[in-house]
Nanobody, 126 residues
Framework: QLTLVESGGGLVQPGGSLRLSCATS????????IGWFRQAPGKEREEVAC????????NYIDSVSGQFTISRETAKNTVYLQMNSLKPEDTAVYYC???????????????????WGQGIQVTVSS
């Protein structure tokens, strides 16, 4: 059974940083894609970043490019989303999701994800 558990959310002041963690089990990060999504109140859910293995492809939406970084720590089966220079508009519930397996030729974020975490709140406010 695939499981994903987010942690690291909370309240941060504008300009601050948070690192979200997505602890995974039941599959190998070596051939799966992980996407980070967010959903703000009254808005649709959007995928802010993804990383695909084994190709290593990663992608970000324009609004977080250069601000957020997705990475993995294989030994801990964990994928991170480092969020810097946070703004009030980054306030949302953040989710990680997994899909796979993939091969070396897969260099796009998955069109859909079947495995989701429970979500975690990130609030950017002074």
């Amino acid at each position: 059974q695939l499981t994903l558990v987010e942690s690291g959310g909370g309240l941060v002041q504008p300009g601050g940083s948070l690192r979200l963690s997505c602890a995974t089990s039941g599959f190998s990060l070596d051939d799966y894609a992980i996407g980070w999504f967010r959903q703000a109140p009254g808005k649709e859910r959007e995928e802010v970043a993804c990383i695909v293995y084994p190709s290593g492809f990663n992608n970000y939406i324009d609004s977080v490019s250069g601000q957020f970084t997705i990475s993995r720590e294989t030994a801990k089966n964990t994928v991170y989303l480092q969020m810097n220079s946070l703004k009030p508009e980054d306030t949302a519930v953040y989710y990680c999701a997994a899909e796979g397996p993939f091969g070396y030729s897969d260099t796009n974020c998955p069109r859909k994800y079947d495995n989701w975490g429970q979500g975690i709140q990130v609030t950017v406010s002074s």
